[in-house]
């Protein structure tokens, strides 16, 4: 390998894992806790890239990806880089381990989250959609989302009240 | 683990390496023997997945992803999950180890490729838009391509007449 190389990437590469992390949610107090052993790099935005969301998400031990959930024009894939992450959707639970992936098509309905019930780290790369309009439903908590125009993501209850 | 994990990812998980791979490629006669020793395999189109790309691509030692090529509407991105790559830019040549990516943004007109020196396998995941319209330049050879509303990828000589 040439010196320039041994020095590492350099753009358009680059080390996702040399990106800060972040454990910020847009989830409401009472919901947030939950979250808070996820942890995103957001990695497609450092890149420049507008048309799609590339994130490697990190769950800690004893964490979760999110509340389950289903997207209503957003198409969603998961790849798992590291770990054993237990995937949770409406048929149930199952492992999987390294290499792994999964699809959640727009509009299914099919909620799913992605836990960490091992004691090393969970690692997953997210790809997902960041067009405006989508629609988030979360079966299991008095939680409703949106994506909006802006690209802020508003969080109601499921009456529709904020919170 | 429970005898039901045991027996491996069910929908919507699965294993995208059992999924079947093709060196298929829509390059002319002339230029398709370059990309023989490149198999895909179409991850998101078997996971019903249809806003977004996502394909396994495996090189096999010597090959190349593709032509150096540059998209004038479409995002990619790509994470190196196996061996060592050798990726070419327009700034040259740089190798990237397994855990590192990199994101090409529409209209740089950075054009990149992706080529296996090693004696290994590469696998990259590789990420990209969809939608009809983009517009893909080759510097290096006579060809340009452009994605039709129908989904097929039509490609010319440079001067605009078909192969």
């Known amino acids: 390998m040439s010196d320039e190389a041994a020095r590492g990437p350099r753009a358009p590469a680059f080390d996702p894992r040399a990106l800060p992390e972040s454990n910020a949610t847009a989830y409401p107090p009472p919901l947030r806790d939950a979250n808070m052993m996820r942890w995103n790099r957001r990695i497609s ?41 237990v995937l949770e959707t409406d048929a149930g639970e199952q492992v999987l381990s390294a290499g792994m992936c999964a699809g959640f098509t727009a509009g299914s309905g099919d909620a799913h989250r992605f836990l ?46 904020p919170y």
């Open 45 to 85: 935005r450092h890149a420049g890239l507008r048309n799609f969301a590339v994130n490697l998400t990190r769950i800690a031990p004893g964490g979760q990806s999110s509340y389950r959930h289903a997207h209503s024009r957003h198409d969603e894939f998961v790849y798992v880089l590291r770990g054993e992450a």
């Open 116 to 161: 960490n019930r091992s004691a090393e780290d969970v690692e997953l790369l997210v790809v997902g959609d960041v067009f405006p309009g989508d629609e988030v439903s979360y079966p299991d908590v008095d939680m409703q989302g949106r994506l909006q125009e802006d690209g802020s993501f508003r969080i109601l209850h499921k009456d529709g009240t």
